[in-house]
Each structure stands twice: as structure tokens, then as C-alpha cells.
């Protein structure tokens, strides 16, 4: 027999929050649509969004890239996330077809 309970201190485990809802294809398509335009900041809105749609980065990460990071042969963003960690985003051929205008 134990002196005392070994789960007195024990706490209740953490419930994850509930998982944040991923959009459908139409709404992806709808808000691509809505950069559509030959202009500076379309484009690079629309290059900014097929990033963050390929790689998942954070918003943090794509604020901190530069043209060096990003490596148009492979088409690989290097980015420095959380906690300072370096790591490669592959993206698609669409995404470095946007990054490219």
C-alpha cells in the first residue's frame, strides 16, 4: 500500500483548440480571383498567396523572405520559422510562375 496518492498532483491534460477550417477549392479559386490584375501589388499579392497555399508558411516567414531566399531552379523558399530554424518550403510550378512575374 502506498503512504499517499501519486496522482494528487497531477493535472488534466490540455484539449487542443478545435482545428481552424481549411477553405474549399472555390473559395482558393474565388480568392486568386480576386488578384487578378497586371499590376504591381496583384501580382504580388497572387505570389504571396500561392506561397502561403503550397508551403503553409507562416506569416512571419514570407514577411522575412528576400529574392536570395528563394531558389527558382529547385523551387525551394528558405525560411527561418519558429524558434530559428532554417528549413526548405518546396512550392509548386504555379507559385515560382507568380514569384517569377
Request: include cysteine; aromatic fraction near 2%; hydrophobic fraction near 45%.
Amino acid at each position: 500500500e502506498l503512504p499517499a496518492d501519486p496522482m494528487a498532483r497531477m493535472q488534466a491534460p490540455a484539449v487542443p483548440p478545435a482545428p481552424v477550417p481549411v477553405l474549399s477549392p472555390d473559395q482558393l479559386r474565388a480568392l486568386l480571383k480576386t488578384c487578378d490584375a497586371r499590376e504591381f501589388t496583384e501580382r504580388r499579392d497572387t505570389a504571396i498567396l500561392r506561397l502561403l497555399i503550397d508551403t503553409g508558411m507562416r506569416l512571419g516567414e514570407i514577411a522575412g523572405l528576400t529574392v536570395v531566399d528563394l531558389d527558382m531552379d529547385l523551387d525551394i523558399a528558405h525560411i527561418v520559422g519558429k524558434g530559428r530554424r532554417a528549413r526548405g518550403a518546396p512550392f509548386g510550378a504555379k507559385a515560382g510562375q507568380a514569384l517569377d512575374r
